[in-house]
């Protein structure tokens, strides 16, 4: 039995329509439990200034996150690196989770008032995020030139 190229299209476009429909109803599932974490991040933020001790990009494991918070994180969770940041919390030292660009602008050895959610920080509040976000060198180029302008004589 020979296929056409014909049959061979009709069965390319048949497994991409169904590909593109499984990604689909995968995205709006991602979609739903990410708005939910959201409003259970939104519902439960608190301001707390913390201390920061270390942070580091690692895999999470049962040392380094609270135990319950290990057992209910994904499987897919599990097997990649994340953003943990240990910080003195008030009295105690524990391990935080946050975003990836929350721990880029997060300073070490410093104390910062920060939007923490059970142990995620959300926001790092009072902290002028712009100044410490890596610029263009079009950017330095006209910040240097508002400052360093033409001069009049």
Not at 83 to 105: F, R, S, W
Not at 106 to 126: Q, R
Not at 141 to 153: A, D, E, F, Q, R
Request: aromatic fraction near 8%; hydrophobic fraction near 45%.
């Amino acid at each position: 039995m020979q296929l056409s190229v014909g049959d061979i299209l009709i069965i390319a476009s048949i497994i991409i329509a169904v590909a593109l429909f499984v990604m689909f109803r995968i995205g709006k599932k991602n979609y739903a439990k990410n708005l939910e974490a959201q409003t259970f991040i939104n519902q439960y933020k608190m301001v707390t200034p913390i201390l920061v001790i270390d942070k580091k990009f690692e895999k999470p494991t049962a040392d380094n996150l609270p135990k319950n918070i290990y057992e209910k994180l994904p499987k897919s969770a599990k097997l990649r690196k994340m953003p943990i940041v240990k910080a003195k919390v008030g009295p105690q030292i524990t391990t935080l989770m946050c975003d990836k660009n929350i721990y880029n602008n997060l300073p070490v050895k410093k104390t910062v008032k920060v939007e923490l959610a059970g142990v995620y920080i959300s926001n790092i509040i009072g902290l002028n995020l712009e100044a410490k976000r890596n610029k263009t060198w079009r950017e330095k180029l006209s910040v240097w030139l508002l400052k360093n302008g033409p001069k009049k004589m």
